[in-house]
T-cell receptor, first 113, second 112 residues
Framework: DGGITQSPKYLFRKEGQNVTLSCEQN?????MYWYRQDPGQGLRLIYY???????QKGDIAEGYSVSREKKESFPLTVTSAQKNPTAFYLC????????????FGAGSRLTVL | GQQVMQIPQYQHVQEGEDFTTYCNSS?????IQWYKQRPGGHPVFLIQ?????EVKKQKRLTFQFGEAKKNSSLHITATQTTDVGTYFC????????????FGKGTKLSVIP
């Protein structure tokens, strides 16, 4: 079955540590996205990528970094520069011609202690 | 940037009652999407509206796009416990943009 796999599902880290969240899709989608969700909030875009080796900042990119070395993979690193990293992180993908129709992964919940 | 305001933030209904959530924008939208997120789950795409005044139905769910393409609504008839979750609207941040702006969502609770 095609879909998006995010790992880990839960992650605990100490302050000051970098953390990398994995996102893999087998939908053959060109575009991939990272969103952050906080309680009672909508989804806010962190980074997105339309093509391999290219990505753009979203609304809240500060303190995050990404790479897109393969079409299937779009890992997100939460760096120590991110002031409030505890959140639910959602990876998504879409076709380029249908970029408003997102398929989401199950999410990764990061807690910084 | 583009903002979409969604109301209400919470709605508690008795099973069998109807439910409506509204999404409003100060600017004209090229299209609008609706997503549902079950408790503990991830958002799932429900529908896309593109045309002015468009109305689409999915069983007990009715989606509308305003004539001016600045507002949209999702109406659920005779709610069931399976309708529980948070409903989000989402619209492109600008013409041709890859960025979707999501509303803050309406959290629906259904009392059996």
């Amino acid at each position: 079955d095609g879909g998006i796999t995010q790992s880990p599902k839960y992650l605990f880290r100490k302050e000051g540590q970098n953390v990398t969240l994995s996102c893999e899709q087998n939908l053959n989608h060109d575009a991939m996205y990272w969103y952050r969700q906080d309680p009672g909030q909508g989804l806010r875009l962190i980074y997105y990528s339309q093509i391999v080796n290219d990505f753009q900042k979203g609304d809240i990119a500060e303190g995050y970094s990404v790479s897109r070395e393969k079409k299937e993979s779009f890992p997100l690193t939460v760096t120590s520069a991110q002031k409030n990293p505890t959140a639910f992180y959602l990876c998504a993908s879409s076709l380029l011609r249908d970029r408003e129709v997102l398929t989401f992964g199950a999410g990764s919940r990061l807690t910084v202690l | 940037g583009q903002q979409v305001m969604q109301i209400p933030q919470y709605q508690h209904v008795q099973e069998g009652e109807d439910f409506t959530t509204y999404c409003n924008s100060s600017t004209t939208l090229s299209n609008i999407q609706w997503y549902k997120q079950r408790p503990g789950g991830h958002p799932v795409f429900l529908i896309q509206l593109v045309k002015s005044g468009e109305v689409k139905k999915q069983k007990r769910l009715t989606f509308q796009f305003g004539e001016a393409k600045k507002n949209s609504s999702l109406h659920i008839t005779a709610t069931q416990t399976t309708d529980v979750g948070t409903y989000f609207c989402a619209a492109p941040s600008g013409a041709g943009s890859y960025q979707l702006t999501f509303g803050k969502g309406t959290k629906l609770s259904v009392i059996p």
